[in-house]
């Protein structure tokens, strides 16, 4: 089994990147935001707490997103693998996959993250707001996600490194340069 963290701040390409990757790895996408969207667009009783958070750009409580990946995880007890998009986003959710891993006895071989600068993280998320009609795709609630990111997403970079397991790729440049980029690095750790 082959499990990989795709990590970054909101635009860096998480999402685009992914869907590479499921492809030429066959692993499971496990992206919180989306099953969060998915939950929003249904009008659950999840969707409809979790909408008030994310409409601000903050994270959604830990207990929420951890409960998700756990179910997740357990809907596919063949999968060759997952790439978990978008989660852990703090510390608490870095930890929280650690145990659930180790009691599924099932590890987390390389956390790829992808490095855009600010300003062109900004560019992408507004003119992805143009067509998206995502809710969170517009400039206050932009600046408030990556605050959000800065604050209690990054720490969990330091938690990977602490344990020799992230590796940073340029995250600017074509799709298919950066795509290259990442499949080089999962080549090895796969060798
Ligand atoms: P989530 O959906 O995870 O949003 P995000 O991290 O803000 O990331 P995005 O999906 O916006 O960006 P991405 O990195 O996937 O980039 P993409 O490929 O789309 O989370 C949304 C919300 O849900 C959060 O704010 C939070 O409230 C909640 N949430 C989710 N997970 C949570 C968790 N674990 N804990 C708590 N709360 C959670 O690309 C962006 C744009 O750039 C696209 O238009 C794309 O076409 C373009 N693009 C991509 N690559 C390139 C390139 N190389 N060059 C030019 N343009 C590019």
């Not at 499971?28 to 249904?42: K, M, P, W």
């Not at 596919?76 to 978008?86: M, P, T």
């Not at 605050?147 to 997403?153: D, I, L, N, P, S």
């Amino acid at each position: 089994m082959f499990n990989l963290v795709l990590f970054g701040p909101p635009g860096s390409g998480k999402g685009t990147q992914s869907t590479n990757i499921i492809e030429k790895y066959n692993l499971i996408h496990v992206s919180t935001g989306d099953i969060l969207r998915q939950e929003v667009a249904n009008e659950t009783p999840l969707g409809i707490e979790a909408k008030k958070f994310m409409d601000q750009g903050m994270l959604v409580p830990d207990e929420v997103v951890i409960g998700m990946i756990s179910a997740k995880i357990d809907e596919h007890q063949n999968a060759e693998g997952f790439i978990f998009d978008g989660f852990p986003r703090t510390v608490a959710q870095a930890q929280a996959l650690d145990n659930l891993l180790e009691f599924k006895n099932i590890p987390i071989n390389i956390v790829l993250s992808l490095v855009v600068s600010e300003q062109e993280l900004k560019s992408r998320l507004i003119s992805r707001g143009e067509s998206s009609g995502r809710s969170d795709d517009n400039e206050a609630v932009i600046m408030k996600r990556i605050t959000e990111y800065h604050a209690k997403t990054s720490p969990v970079a330091d938690y990977y490194k602490q344990l020799d397991k992230l590796v940073e790729v340029k995250g600017e440049g074509s799709v298919n340069e950066i795509f290259a980029a990442l499949s080089n690095e999962i080549n090895q750790v796969q060798e």
